[in-house]
């Protein structure tokens, strides 16, 4: 695994974190007293918030990715790490900074979850893969030069392309609420199910492709 | 999200593993052949997590999920705190929505914030559900334990705990629960038809009970948690069965709700109620006797094994009560059977 600083909670090791001081200023007042209660006073400027979580949203939902399977647990942990950002957060740091707070926290959520997982004897991949490829998500993610937005609107606009089969397979895969819907939809078109999955299998490389076509063509 | 132009080419087999193990479809045997893919490619784990990155992108992009959470804070501030300096202090709470309309999370239909559907996390959901139940498991073993307490009955009332069948004479004198503190030789456990030669029939099963004259029968009327009933002004104890009798004139059955002072040496019973039947010649027919406990409880001894004996009057209230039935048929007997009591509490 990469040498990581130490976050200030739980001791887990994370990159960047780091870059993140408390010793950033909340506060312009002389008082030391005064000065931390009143950054505690001043509640997060939810503009700065949104805009910061905006940014690092994506990747932590890239990051849970790597360590959990099933999305209602990635939402709880997205959830979960949206609310620390928010009470504990740096808030005047540079870039980078934001990003590596909710990536450490995702990581402690995560590897709680992880734990609770193994229990129950879902089958996941073994730790020490979880490890190095959660470490390569974060990575990318944080040597990505497109924004969330960006991405997402590229994605977007590829997605609009589909024609409206294919663009339903999609919905049923990632919005639909109902796990068996994929089994209704063979049922219903008389398809297999593994049939369903190569289906999607070819999507996402057509997907994955286009996206890049696109980003080679704006550089 | 990019791609380097120096990026590794997927072989179709990792390609199927990653995509697999994204939909949840991959097998055991498939997950360790990923496994070690990813342990010894980097450029296999570094496709892996592309692929896992691209695959949140397209959750995004799908179903984007809208966050909110509530605050409410309050704010004291102190301007003379002991130091001397002012002091700030803050209490915070927090609640937290996040997800799409009818999502997984909780379902919850709409938020205060005005976003619509955001579900709420509910982790006190079980815990509260098992408390909830714990408590009304609680209760319920509380009434139903109350509700115990007030139901009296009679115990192998119908005489049929007792299988006689394999019994070479169909009489047997051991009668269960009916024979407390005394018993009597006069006392018999029938299998009726069989002993009538098939001129008798129990009303109900095979057995009933003969007595002979002045034979008895004691059962200590107990409620459902094996509690005695206690004797208190106005108590009401209604017996009903069937009887059966011979001969031309009809018998008697007299019955009594006794105290039992001393079994043994010496015989000491006091008697707090007492009625008597009669019982017509000739078939079973209904019987049914009325114990009313009178409001002066203070009795004399009423059955005594010897006359020599002292005992005082006593007061029977809160005493435990025995239901005594003695025969009074002489020269012939009376057979019983089907018997039950209802108890009605003083002012019932």
């Known amino acids: 695994m990469t040498a990581f600083a130490h976050t200030p909670d739980s001791g887990d090791d994370f990159p960047l974190l780091g870059k993140w001081s408390r010793s950033t200023s909340r506060s312009q007042s002389s008082d030391p007293s005064l000065a931390s209660t009143a950054a505690e006073i001043a509640a997060p400027d939810p503009a700065d918030f949104t805009a910061q979580w905006a940014r690092a949203q994506l990747s932590v939902r890239a990051y849970l990715n790597s360590f959990l399977s099933d999305r209602s647990s990635i939402d709880d942990c997205i959830q979960e790490v949206a609310l620390l950002a928010w ?14 707070f909710t990536l450490a926290c995702a990581k402690r959520i995560a590897m709680s979850e992880v734990r609770k997982k193994y229990r129950t004897r879902l089958r996941l991949l073994s730790p020490d893969v979880v490890a190095s490829l959660s470490d390569a998500v974060a990575a990318q993610e944080l040597a990505e030069p497109a924004t969330p937005a960006m991405r997402i609107s590229a ?65 | 999200m990019t791609s380097g132009p120096g990026d590794f080419l997927p072989d179709p087999e990792l390609e199927q593993l990653v995509s697999r193990f994204l939909d949840h479809t991959i097998t055991a045997e498939e997950t360790a052949v990923l496994e070690q893919r990813l342990r010894d490619q980097p450029d296999a784990r570094d496709y892996c997590a592309r692929a896992l990155r691209f695959d949140a992108t397209l959750q995004e992009a799908l179903l ?85 307490e007030n139901v009296y009955a009679l115990r192998n009332g119908d005489f049929e705990a007792m299988d006689l069948s394999r019994s070479i004479s169909g009489i047997g004198h051991s009668i269960l629960y009916w024979q407390d503190n005394f018993s009597t030789s006069g006392c018999e456990l029938c299998e009726i038809g069989r002993v009538s030669g098939g001129k008798i029939f129990a009303p109900s099963g095979r057995n009933i009970v003969r007595l002979q004259d002045r034979a008895f029968l004691n059962q200590l009327i107990l409620n459902k948690r094996g509690t005695p009933l206690k004797a208190l002004p106005g108590l009401r104890v209604i017996l009903t069965g069937q009887a059966y009798s011979q001969g031309d004139v009809p018998h008697s059955l007299r019955g009594g709700l006794r105290f039992v002072a001393s079994g043994y040496p010496d015989m000491i019973q006091y008697e ?46 809160g005493k435990e009560l025995t239901l005594s039935l003695d025969c009074r048929s002489p020269g012939d007997s009376i057979c019983l059977d089907d018997l039950k009591i209802e108890v009605l509490p003083p002012g019932k």
């Open chain 1, 87 to 100: 009470k504990k957060g740096p808030r005047d740091s540079p870039g980078d900074a934001f990003l590596g």
């Open chain 2, 64 to 148: 984007p999920q809208p966050l909110q959470w509530e605050e409410t804070r309050r704010v004291v501030f102190d301007p003379k705190r002991k130091d001397g300096g002012p002091a700030w202090s803050i209490q915070r709470q927090q609640t937290v929505r996040y997800g799409n309309p009818g999502n997984s999370l909780s379902g919850s239909p709409e938020g205060p914030l005005g976003l619509p559907g955001p579900p709420v996390r509910r982790r006190w959901l079980w815990p509260a559900i098992l408390v909830v139940s714990l408590a009304a498991a609680c209760a319920g073993s509380f009434f139903y334990y109350r509700s115990l």
């Open chain 1, 155 to 219: 994605l977007q606009s590829c997605l609009d392309s589909l024609e409206a089969a294919p663009r339903r397979l999609l919905d049923l895969r990632y919005s639909s609420k109902d796990p068996t819907a994929l089994q209704q939809e063979a049922r219903a078109t008389g398809k297999s199910i593994d049939a369903l999955y190569k289906k999607l299998e070819r999507l996402r490389v057509l997907l994955r492709d286009c996206v890049a076509g696109k980003s080679t063509s704006r550089e």
């Open chain 2, 272 to 317: 707090a109620a007492t009625d008597s039947a009669t019982i017509p010649s000739g078939g079973w027919h209904p019987l049914r006797m009325e114990f009313q406990v009178p409001a002066d409880l203070l009795r004399p001894p009423s059955d005594l094994s010897s006359k020599n004996i002292a005992a005082p009057s006593i007061d029977l209230s």
